[in-house]
């Protein structure tokens, strides 16, 4: 597949298609999906709401791997994905949103109430926040600096 000369590349591509953002919605929804029912458990102090917690970090932190991976192949892969803004405040802010998730993990280990509120909670809406800046920033790069785009893709 031709790369263009106009536009940084993704170097973690499969089939020409770049890796990193057909991962990303994964975590994102898992994120976005363990504050909801963090909210839920604080709602109605049922339990299971903090047991769909521990299992959406969980598996948001899995798949946070790989998206890791690709993201970061991306990024020291291309000098000129590096030279942008967006992109350290994006991976910069990502790295705090999953050093939070981690965190956030271990905590959601304690017996249900003490893992959600508040502790779990506040880190649950933080890492939302910070995911709607990042991936403002991971729009910016595709949208307004055309990172792994080809020519007839133009925006």
């Not at 502790?119 to 920033?137: D, E, F, P, R």
Request: glycine share 10%.
């Amino acid at each position: 597949m031709p790369t263009s000369p106009l536009y940084p590349k993704s170097t973690a591509r499969i089939f020409g298609h770049p890796i990193h953002p057909m991962l990303v919605p994964f975590p994102i929804a898992c994120f976005v999906g363990t504050l909801l029912t963090d909210i839920a458990y604080a709602a109605s102090g049922e339990v299971q709401w903090a047991n769909f917690s521990s299992w959406l970090l969980t598996a948001g932190l899995i798949i946070s791997i790989f998206a890791v991976i690709a993201g970061l192949t991306d990024f020291f892969g291309e000098r000129r994905i590096r030279a942008l803004k967006h992109a350290w405040i994006h991976g910069i802010g990502n790295a705090i949103a999953l050093i939070l998730s981690i965190w956030n993990a271990f905590v959601h280990t304690h017996d249900g109430y003490t893992g959600v509120w508040p502790t779990g909670l506040t880190l649950s809406a933080i890492v939302v926040v910070i995911l709607v800046v990042t991936g403002w920033q991971g729009g910016s790069l595709v949208y307004r600096h055309g990172v792994a785009l080809l020519p007839e893709d133009k925006p």
